[in-house]
């Protein structure tokens, strides 16, 4: 079982920005796929980034977050990170990280085997 423990939400007003942390007990780290989603009360969790398993892990955002959002890993430390710049109110949510071994479908939150506990995130105007 591996356990996923999201860091870093608050209250940022727009324009701000905030780092987000996932500390996981997988091992070995580098050979799991990780993700982030987020998710408003009534809608469906939304794809936010990606991480492909290794070193140099290739990256996927979503396009509400590309050229804002940042994801990177660091694998020495079990820890995923995902940097967020200009954030705008509607990116208030809850974040989630999630995990998977190997490959991933990465923007299908179906395809991941492992999730934190969330954060909240929220954006003022």
């Known amino acids: 079982q591996v356990q996923l423990v999201e860091s870093g939400g608050g209250l940022v007003q727009a324009g701000g920005s905030l780092r987000l942390s996932c500390a996981a007990s997988?091992?070995?780290?580098?050979?799991?796929?990780m993700g982030w989603f987020r998710q408003v009360p009534g809608k469906e969790r939304e794809f936010v980034a990606a991480?492909?398993?290794?070193?140099?892990?290739?990256?996927y955002y979503g396009d509400s977050v590309k050229g804002r959002f940042t994801i990177s890993r660091d694998n020495g430390k079990n820890t995923v990170y995902l940097q967020m710049n200009s954030l705008k109110p509607e990116d208030t949510a809850v974040y989630y990280c999630?995990?998977?071994?190997?490959?991933?479908?990465?923007?299908?939150?179906?395809?991941?085997?492992?999730w934190g506990q969330g954060t909240q995130v929220t954006v003022s105007s």
């Open positions: 997988a091992r070995p780290f580098s050979t799991y796929s």
């Open positions: 999630a995990a998977k071994y190997g490959s991933v479908r990465y923007g299908e939150w179906a395809s991941y085997d492992y």
């Open positions: 991480i492909a398993s290794w070193t140099g892990g290739r990256t």
